[in-house]
């Protein structure tokens, strides 16, 4: 992965390209981007510049034999970890990243803008992916010895939200690491890194990509006339995973379930509360949280647009439509508090919250907020 494959965000590359030539780079950071704004794609290209033999003032040269080795993501002084489930036969606990490694390369290579929810469907597995303990041993054996043939070792992490206690094992990594070893953990939530690492690293926020970059990189994907790609870029508010999903259309309509929670909730009626939980049961934990995200999604941008009345908005016609009527029962205040909670709700279950008690809960108290006790 280069820089120049990567639309916009100049401002961080400028700022990776001078830690490199300065020989100043931050033994540990972290990556902080949401899904779909290219946190994963940036560490590549950062640690294909870094190991690049003939580097110039703005990329990384794509043909010296570093740089082949890192584009097919097979260089030996880059590793990689990343939350993996059970693997065959194989227990959980002796499973690592290196298990998956060629679905990892594999899915890299088509679609370096992934979120989780591709990773699992790579993986071929609905079960909750962690980054255990055997795999912190292994990074520490790893990066504790020599590098192979570069100056440099580097370790990626891809969504270190997945560590949990055991990744305090790699604190002391983190603060003292062998020389020239580097350390990028790429995360889309902050709040759901562990403090202790958090505090270690230097962040650097990436931001979304630009409504236009978004459109440039579909159209060029997959060939799409240019006032359909401006329309999903316009949905997929910057996350470029989001516009190829709504354009090959795989991204489910989870608007309909949102009403109809919304309808139950104003009602707080148990049985009724507790159908529509038993339908959100039934779907896998990544549609579970992406129909959260969803939500959190659809209040921000409603928030928005009765802020503003902007035809700005990142909502279908389907969603104003919505939108529109939901005023007459929901204004700002009320939708902020849902935005809130929905915002807790994602964490929560995040951290194997039971569904049923967490949304039993969280429908009662929605149905509070909307009729505006
Ligand atoms: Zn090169």
Redesign the pocket.
């Known amino acids: 992965m280069q820089f120049s494959q990567i639309l916009g965000k100049s401002e961080v590359k400028r700022q990776l390209i001078q830690q490199v030539q300065k020989d100043r780079i931050p033994h540990a950071q972290l990556f902080l981007a949401r899904e779909g704004y290219g946190g994963l794609a940036l560490a590549l290209a950062f640690a ?1 510049y870094l ?5 110039t003032e703005t990329d ?9 080795k890192t584009n097919k993501f097979i260089h030996p002084d880059i590793h990689f970890s990343f939350p993996v489930v059970k693997q065959g036969e194989k227990k959980r606990e002796i499973t690592t990243s290196d298990d998956y490694l060629p679905e990892w390369r594999e899915i890299l290579s088509q679609n370096p803008f992934m979120g989780l929810n591709e990773w699992m469907q790579q993986m071929d597995s609905d079960s909750q992916p962690n980054i255990n303990v055997k795999e912190c041993n292994d990074i520490i054996h790893k990066l504790n010895m020599m590098s192979y043939e570069s100056d440099y070792k580097v370790l990626i992490m891809w969504l270190p939200e997945y560590l949990d206690k055991e990744g305090n094992r790699l604190l002391k990594l983190i603060e003292e690491p062998t020389d020239n070893t580097f350390i990028i953990l790429v995360a889309e939530n902050q709040n759901l890194v562990l403090k202790t690492i958090l505090s270690r690293c230097q962040l650097i926020k990436v931001p979304k990509f630009e409504n236009k970059e978004v459109s440039q990189y579909i159209i060029e994907k997959l060939e799409l006339p240019i006032s359909k790609a401006e329309q999903i870029a316009n949905l997929a508010d910057g996350n470029i995973n989001l516009a190829m999903s709504i354009a090959t259309d795989e991204a489910p309509d989870f608007s309909d379930l949102l009403i109809s929670w919304l309808r139950i909730a104003y009602k707080s009626d148990p049985l009724e509360i507790n159908k529509w939980i038993s339908t959100v049961d039934g779907m896998t934990k990544n549609d579970q949280k992406n129909f959260l995200e969803y939500g959190l999604h659809f209040f921000n941008q409603f928030v928005f647009w009765m802020y503003t009345k902007s035809e700005e908005v990142n909502l279908t016609d389907k969603e104003k439509e919505i939108a529109g009527n939901m005023t007459k029962i929901i204004n700002v205040t009320k939708a902020e508090a849902i935005s809130a909670i929905l915002d807790e709700a994602i964490v929560n279950l995040h951290r194997n919250a039971n569904l049923k008690i967490l949304l039993f809960a969280d429908t009662l108290t929605i149905g509070d907020i909307v009729r505006g006790k």
Do not use: D
């Open positions: 294909t190991m690049c033999e003939q580097k990384s040269c794509g043909q010296c034999g570093q740089c082949l």
